[in-house]
């Protein structure tokens, strides 16, 4: 499918960077994970390619968890997939200085009956979101031992896309502070928790509130180049119907064939695994990879 030239030079115009920005003397932009997870965006691509590929592939980033595992109890498979995208820049990087964003979340995550006739999509929530961060690293205490890493707040919408008796749908409005206790390098201990209220009605799941709350903490202990432990945890309106999710992911690396993913060993005990199914209480075990944790 090819692009009008109109609609190709609005994009290059909107998403075109300053001299400033682009001479190659500025590092690429870091980008960090709800999970406190530091990346480093894709760097530009050569210069043959067009200037709307670089404009677009430099803005696009991993978001939320990306995996796939598989367990023994009906629905066996789950899945998820999660990506952001870089609207406005508020200011220009620097070694010590990251700038603020706006960005557009798009996080999809399925239960798949896959061992079920026909192999049928259980449920899928569909979560877009708009979010301003904005990382500051400030370390505290002797060798950095606390830092405090930014904040996101921001609107975001989550739908099973379905009609009728199973629709189910709902609008936050969050905040969330990320900070990390422990040297960068190093173990280390990320607190993040969200903090988030209702918006526009629940008319189609009124009792969600009482399975989920007004919040969600997540821990994750461990190293960025080894074994992480992440614990998600949240507690219903009147602090009962608590649910807990545990990941444990393994990076595993070859360099036959450049391959690199986390093994990932998932727990789940409580509430709201699927949208459908908020009110229903479950657990189970499911294993797989993870192409970001």
Known sequence: MKLSPIILALFVLLNAESPAQTDGAQPPDAVTTPAGKTLTDVPALAPATSQFENAFVGRLAPYEPIYFIYGPHSPAAKFQFSIKYKILRFGVATPQYLPSTLQFGFTQRSLWDI???????????????????????????????????????????????????????LNTVYARPVLALGPSDGWRLVVSPVFFTYVGGLTDNRDLIDYRGYGQLRLVFGKNTGPSLMYTGSAGKHWDRYTTQLDLTVPVRTRLLDFKTFLLLQYFNGYGESLLSYSAKTETIRAGVAIVR
């Open 115 to 169: 061992n079920a006739s026909s192999s049928p999509f259980y449920d899928t929530s569909y979560m877009p979101e708009l979010f301003f961060e904005s990382l500051a690293p400030i370390s505290i205490g002797p060798g950095g031992w606390f830092t405090w890493l930014g904040y996101q707040v921001g609107f975001k919408h989550e739908s099973n896309g379905r009609e009728g008796p199973v629709s189910r749908s």
